[in-house]
Structures are given as C-alpha cells and as structure tokens.
C-alpha cells in the first residue's frame, strides 16, 4: 500500500476508484464501502484509494470538543494495509482545508490531483464549505467532470448496526465484546514500554508499562483485562491492568501488562497491544495479599479465555 501524507504530495498518474472518509475504528460498517473500492478495482487499472483526514475534523472545528478516537493515524495504516487497499492518502485537516468550496474540492482534489474514475460513498456524505454539499451534488459533479458515483443507499449501511460513537461507548463501559464484534477485530493499544515502579514484580506478577503518545487514543475503562501482543516474532499472552492501583497508594493513571510465560527486556520497545477480553473493575483490597489472591485468579479467568 502506498501512503501519502498530503495532498501536495501526490503524484501518481492512474485513475482511481476511492472513497471519502475519517473511518475511525476502521470498523465493520466502514468495510462496506472498503470492500467495494477494493473489489471493483481488483481486474482494472484503477487504484483502490482511500482520502483520510487527520486530525479528526471534529478536533480543529470543535475546540471544547474532547473526541476520543479509536485508532491512532499509525493503526489506521496497518488496518487499511491489511484489507488490501492500493493507495491510502492521509490530508491534514486545517480550518483553511474546511473552507475549501465543494467545487475546488472536487475540481482541483478529486478529479485534477487524485484522478479519480469512480467514487463510492455513504448516501449521507456532506463535504465543501460548512459541509454544504451532499451526494446529489457529487453525481452532478460527476456528469460534469466526467466521473461516476456510487452511492450505498441507506438500508445497505443501517444493515449494520455500528458506528464509531457507539463502540467509544462500549470501551469507555468496558464492554470489550461489544466493541470487538462491532470492530471485526480485537481493540488494540500501541505504545512504547517504560520503566515502572517494579511494584508487579515485588508481587510475583511482573509487568511492562505501556506509555502511549497520543492523548487522543481512547483507554478502555479501568479495570484488569485478558490481552495478547506479538514479542519477537511470536503471539504472547497476558493480563493487563488500567488504572491508578489504588491497594499500593497508587496515584498516577498507568497501563500495565503481566505477559505470561515472557521474560525479555521490552524497554524503550513499541508494542501493539489487543484486549481480548474484560476480567473485572479496579478494586481497592484490604491488603497486599488480597490483591496478590486476585492477581492469581486473573492469570487462571485469562487462561480460560485462552484456551477457548
């Protein structure tokens, strides 16, 4: 897959089919339309081509508008990759970008920098100018300017219960199922592991602290989790806790996994991490050797979801 990260950037000269959209989560209604492009370009010379904002535009319009999203711009990358798409271009989304006309848009974007054959899009898409511009202006573009639009009609989209807002909902309760079944995928977190305070292995549960950059990623609710990552090469698997470990005076907000049957130095190593499953809230226990007792019970409820 070729990844573009701006506009300006752009130089390929074949035609293309794409589609139009912020695709957070890159979930199961968004493959609707991923799997059209990618199918109607497969037998041609057109290019499956995906235009991508970032940051999410809700982020530059709505200042007071806290959005947490579902993919970092790097997991979207590798999602997308691994669907098979041919081109991915990634536009910085700016107030000058939300002022552009839906004419120069679709003139000088689409049609004169992207050399676009056909777009397949969701009946409800609104672009230009205060998003003044709907799906019957695109088709009149179209006849215009010499290119087809497809349009997946309403009921084809709503066929599939899901969007991005409701599977935030579910993270933010902890509803891992939920948010799988509607992602296609496991939920994954990527970021950096860092020294702690060495607190797990003092408990016999040694643990590597995840660190992510981006402020923007959702955390799923507070609570210990069943997860798995691939550590050199192999899939490896473990529990992860959230929260602020309120038994050891905890005070400070920390992702912690206790990888099972994995003792290699994963400092300063960005690792990809995917909840499988949710084991239970973050408690406060009467004691050290409480919390020890329900370590223990969490490694066996993992193991269980494991072996299914």
């Not at 200042?63 to 271009?89: F, M, P, R, S, Y």
């Not at 592991?193 to 040694?206: A, E, N």
Request: hydrophobic share 40%; aromatic share 8%.
């Amino acid at each position: 897959m070729i990844t573009v990260r701006n506009i300006s950037k752009y130089n390929e000269e074949y035609p293309t089919v794409i589609t139009i959209g912020t695709f957070d989560g890159v979930h199961i209604g968004h493959r609707k339309i991923l799997d059209k492009i990618i199918h109607h370009a497969k037998g041609t010379e057109l290019k499956s081509s995906v235009l991508t904002f970032f940051p999410h535009p809700r982020m530059v319009l709505q200042k007071d508008a806290d959005i947490k999203l579902l993919n970092t711009i790097d997991e979207k990358i590798i999602i997308l990759e691994g669907l098979g798409l041919d081109v991915l271009i990634i536009h910085p989304f700016t107030k000058d970008f939300s002022r552009l006309s839906a004419t120069a848009f679709v003139r000088d974007i689409l049609v004169n920098t992207l050399n676009i054959e056909k777009i397949i899009i969701g009946y409800d898409h609104r672009f230009g100018r205060n998003r003044n511009a709907n799906i019957t202006d695109l088709i009149a573009f179209g006849t215009a300017l010499d290119f087809t639009v497809d349009e997946i009609p309403a009921q084809e989209i709503d066929d599939v219960s899901v969007s991005s807002t409701k599977i935030r909902k579910a993270l933010e309760e902890g509803d891992v199922q939920t948010a799988n079944s509607y992602l296609g995928y496991e939920y994954m977190l990527t970021g950096v592991i860092v020294r702690g305070k060495g607190i797990g292995k003092q408990l016999g549960y040694p643990t590597a602290n995840l660190s992510i950059a981006e402020n923007y990623k959702l955390i799923p609710k507070n609570g210990a989790y069943t997860v798995k990552s691939t550590l050199d090469g192999k899939t490896v698997y473990g529990m992860m806790n959230i929260g602020y470990n309120p038994t050891v005076s905890g005070t400070e907000k920390s992702i912690e996994i206790n990888f099972f049957n994995f003792d290699a130095d994963l400092y300063e190593k960005k690792i990809q991490v995917a909840i499988i499953a949710r084991l239970r809230d973050e408690h406060k226990f009467e004691s050290v050797d409480a919390l020890k007792v329900q370590l223990g019970r969490d490694k066996e409820n993992s193991l269980k979801y494991i072996q299914r």
